[in-house]
Nanobody, 129 residues
Framework: QVQLVESGGGLVQAGGSLRLSCAASGRTFSTYAMGWFRQAPGKEREFVAAISRNGGIVYYADSVKGRFTISRGNAKNTVYLQMNSLKPEDTTLYHC??????????????????????WGQGTQVTVSS
């Protein structure tokens, strides 16, 4: 079992930046692929970014590619989402998630929310126009 706690959300003007953090409990963080998803009220949760446990593989949704960067610090049990050039349509609740799928190479991560086993409560990002 792992607990995930997001932070770093807030209110920012369009064009601004935020860095989200997700702190994980436990000593197995480095074995998980990690992802960020977002969900607006009344809408399905959608993929934002994912990173393999060794950090060598990353995926992004087309809507955030070139603006967002996912990274991880295994020594700190933390995954980050640097968000630049924010747009009003980025406004929503952001969740991090952990995928415990075994990957001996460490070069695995998924864009599908059904592959993720643990979820944080989310942090709100609001971008004003």
């Amino acid at each position: 079992q792992v607990q995930l706690v997001e932070s770093g959300g807030g209110l920012v003007q369009a064009g601004g930046s935020l860095r989200l953090s997700c702190a994980a409990s436990g000593r197995t963080f480095s074995t998980y692929a990690m992802g960020w998803f977002r969900q607006a009220p009344g809408k399905e949760r959608e993929f934002v970014a994912a990173i393999s446990r060794n950090g060598g593989i990353v995926y992004y949704a087309d809507s955030v590619k070139g603006r967002f960067t996912i990274s991880r610090g295994n020594a700190k049990n933390t995954v980050y989402l640097q968000m630049n050039s924010l747009k009003p349509e980025d406004t929503t609740l952001y969740h991090c998630a952990a995928d415990r799928t075994v990957s001996y190479s460490g070069s695995y991560c998924s864009t599908s929310l059904t592959d993720y086993d643990y979820w944080g409560q989310g942090t709100q990002v609001t971008v004003s126009s």
